[in-house]
């Protein structure tokens, strides 16, 4: 069955477009959802890191962090999805050479998986750790 639509009304009522689609009318609204929603935007991460007053905010409220943590979180979300072993982290983060201090590693991991989503860093088994969150640094 064919029908016309022949006017749309823009919500806010302020200009109208006139417009002849020839079609199934199922097809032709989900052809427009389909545009409409390519026009959506993306939603915000969850976490910004502000790297001129060193705050971090998840879902709009400020987390706090100690030094080292707030550099570990800001080191591997400059790095998302690759993967860095303890001693790269200690070198990078730490600035300290060598093999990797213990399980230092693994407790700040632990401490910023609390502070925040804790799925946002995921451990590689028997290689390290990787930031698969989404995150705004400015």
């Known amino acids: 069955m064919t029908q016309s639509l022949t ?3 823009r919500p806010d009522g302020a200009v109208e ?3 002849v689609v020839h079609g199934d ?3 032709i609204g989900a052809v427009i959802g389909e545009a409409l929603g390519a026009l959506e935007p993306a939603p915000e ?3 910004r ?3 001129t007053s060193r705050r971090v905010r998840s ?3 400020e987390i706090e962090f100690t030094r080292l943590e707030y550099e570990l979180l800001l080191f591997l979300a400059r790095h998302p999805g690759r993967v860095f ?3 790269a982290l200690t070198e990078h983060v730490w600035r300290l050479p060598g093999p990797s201090r213990g399980r230092t590693i693994d407790v ?3 401490k910023l998986r609390s502070k925040i989503d804790r799925f946002s860093i995921t451990t590689v088994r028997g290689v390290g750790y990787r930031f698969d969150g989404r995150a705004d640094i400015t």
């Open 85 to 87: 072993d303890r001693a």
């Open 7 to 9: 006017r749309v009304d």
């Open 45 to 47: 991460p969850a976490l």
């Open 25 to 27: 009318p199922d097809r």
């Open 59 to 61: 879902d709009g409220a």
């Open 108 to 110: 700040h991991v632990r």
């Open 49 to 51: 890191i502000d790297t």
């Open 17 to 19: 477009l006139h417009i």
